[in-house]
């Protein structure tokens, strides 16, 4: 069985929030604002596709994405864990491709690779949180999608995932071909590649397509998504320090400020 994980690479969610800020002329965060690691979810569902194949139920992963020449760094990482191929989609640096463009390009190159048996991508990405390309995927190739997945296993011809639902943890058996949008768990944190593997990972070759290799020409018309405007909330903080002689007067002196504030009755 050949599997595909589809990955993106975003800005490092760890960047300190006082140091956030929007490109007004882009509606974006500046390029260089922090450095660009794969997304945790993408993350994730590498890790799943990677226990998969070494439990001899899938025997190829093939990382795949779809982003401007930088964002190939994050299949450099992908190959360093032992991914078996990379294929990227090359879009220019200043698009700003939505879900539904985005789908359009993994799709092609999908159906490229000989629609693989197994898709895999992440819940949701950790930029900005669409959750929609796994699902859109799903729908262009005709196939069951599975979401919020953090387990698989192979028994006959099903593959079991379990899931988490509303109220219980969930076991579905499942017809291949399908996708899955996979979601953190702990068991699903990505492993180390060792120092020869990062060497013989610059080494390899990436298969790199355009568009137009893919027979797609202005993705404009796939286009459902346009950002009119973004942010950043200014956050004000106060502090105001109530003392008293005992724990008793301090309680009944925040109850008083916190009426006079209108953010809690009393009662008379």
């Given amino acids: 069985m050949h ?36 997304g945790p979810f993408e993350q994730n569902a590498l890790e799943l596709a990677l226990q998969l194949k070494a439990s001899g139920a899938v025997t190829a992963v093939t990382a795949l994405l779809a982003g401007p020449p930088e964002a190939g760094e994050a299949l450099r ?40 048996d197994l898709v895999l991508a992440g819940r949701q990405a950790g930029d900005w949180d669409y959750g929609q390309v796994g699902y859109l995927v799903a729908e262009r190739l005709g196939r069951p999608a599975v979401g919020l997945v953090w387990r698989a296993e ?30 953190s768990h702990t068991d699903l944190r990505l492993r180390m590649g060792s120092v020869m593997d990062m060497m013989a990972a610059n080494r390899k070759e ?4 355009t568009p137009a290799d ?27 320090l109530i003392e008293g002689e005992s724990a008793s007067e301090v309680a009944a002196r925040v109850l008083d400020r916190l009426a006079e504030l209108k953010l809690l009755e009393r009662s008379a």
């Fill in 214 to 240: 893919l027979g797609l020409g202005d993705l404009s018309s796939a286009r459902r998504l346009d950002i009119v405007d973004v942010t950043v909330p200014d956050v004000g903080r106060d502090c105001e």
């Fill in 77 to 116: 990482k992908a190959l360093a864990v032992r991914a078996d191929d990379a294929v990227h989609v090359e879009t220019d640096a200043t698009d700003s491709l939505d879900p539904s463009q985005t789908a359009e390009l993994l799709v092609a190159a999908i159906r490229r690779l000989d629609s693989p």
């Fill in 154 to 183: 192979l028994s006959g011809d099903r593959l079991h995932v379990w899931r988490t639902g509303p109220s219980a943890v969930e076991r579905l058996a499942i017809r291949l071909p399908a996708v899955l949008t996979v979601t």
């Fill in 3 to 38: 599997a595909v994980v589809l990955l993106k690479q975003i800005l490092d969610w760890e960047l300190p929030p006082q140091r956030f800020r929007i490109d007004s002329a882009t509606k974006r965060p500046p390029g260089d604002l922090a450095p660009k690691l794969l």
């Fill in 206 to 209: 990436i298969v790199r397509w």
